[in-house]
């Protein structure tokens, strides 16, 4: 029974999967694309306020981070340099900044671009030694800088400035470990960074210019892939699987492999051929083997027998036997 609780346990130790990223540091560097939100702008002056004056389309962009943080377990703390770059496509301008051409879409020049620092609160799930994914989020501080030139306009419209504003993300992604320390992975971003302003100046025919303001938000959503390097020490070695049971009819050439194995002598060819049914481990541990049954000392001579004895021992006693060694 024994045996059988001892092989059970080798294999609960085999299957149960190992969690190397646990409790370890790591870094990582993230890339991919980006789609920017159409982007409200609304318009106001001394004398004028226009709401969604100015929605900008985008191209699609690029959005790259490195990440470093630290592994708890089913938790990851993490934190996070973030840069996003979007070129402007067209602009639909409010007839109330056209003049005397019609509102619709005019050409834009231009690009967005966002610096952010964020901390982030990951939870992960699943195999860390296979696939495994995570949700979480993240909050912090994020630059964000415009620039917008509308063309075809017969007074020129534009703007190019940058504000500061609190930013936050939602996350959520799968990573597979290729080895005990890279992990590769794909992952959703949404970011958003609201209450931006921007200011700008404008010239209407000779009249003098005339200050504005912009206000916005920044939206995206962004497709990474990951390349994640952890710090953790190597897992142990698995343990050695349990010692296979003997049945009766290979003890003696399982006792031989033995005795050669720690530098003894093996069993006689008279004794090894006989039937040895029981095997004592703690006498095993002294080079004691104890034979029931079939005697084998009829053809065994005082030089043979180990220890030395002046005598033949009887039968059913001493059967480990000096002869050649291997």
């Known amino acids: 029974m024994r045996k059988y609780l001892l092989a059970a346990a080798s294999a609960l130790a085999f299957a149960s999967p190992a969690t190397a990223l646990d409790n370890s540091f790591y870094v990582g560097v993230e890339g991919g694309a980006m789609i920017v939100e159409d982007t409200e702008f609304d318009y106001s002056t001394a004398t004028t306020v226009l709401d969604s004056a100015m ?55 231009g690009r967005v671009s966002v610096l952010s620092a964020m901390a982030n609160l990951l939870i992960d799930f699943g195999d ?3 696939w495994a994914g995570y949700i979480g989020g993240g909050a912090g501080l994020a630059r964000v800088k415009y620039k917008v030139d509308i063309n075809g306009l017969a007074s020129p419209l534009g703007f190019s400035d940058s504000d500061d504003s609190f930013a936050w993300q939602a996350i959520a992604g799968v990573r597979k470990a290729i080895s005990s320390n ?27 210019p005339v200050a504005f303001n912009v206000e ?28 296979r049971p003997l049945s009766s009819g290979n003890w003696a050439a399982s006792i031989s492999r033995w005795m050669m194995m720690v ?9 090894s051929s006989l039937a040895i049914e029981r095997l004592v481990n703690s006498r095993l541990m002294n080079g004691i083997l104890e034979r029931i049954g079939t005697p084998c000392s009829s053809s065994i001579s005082p030089a043979m027998v180990w220890p030395p004895s002046s005598s033949v021992p009887p039968s059913g006693t001493l059967t480990v036997v000096r002869t050649s060694v291997i």
């Open 55 to 109: 929605i900008v389309d985008h191209k699609t962009g690029v959005d790259l981070d490195l990440i470093g943080g630290y592994d708890f377990g089913w938790l990851r703390a993490e934190a996070e340099l973030g840069y996003k770059r979007a070129g402007n496509n067209k602009t639909n301008v409010n007839q109330g900044l056209t003049g005397a051409l019609p509102g619709g879409f005019y050409d834009t020049d």
């Open 128 to 130: 860390e030694e296979g």
């Open 182 to 208: 890279i992990d590769v992975g794909l992952k959703y971003r949404f970011f958003n960074a609201s209450n931006l302003n921007y200011d700008g100046t404008r010239v209407v025919g000779t009249a003098a």
């Open 216 to 243: 916005s938000r920044y939206r995206s959503h962004s497709l990474l892939a990951s390349l994640i390097f952890n710090f953790a020490a190597p897992p142990p070695p698995p343990p050695p699987p349990p010692p």
């Open 263 to 271: 530098g003894l002598t093996r069993i006689s060819s008279t004794c």
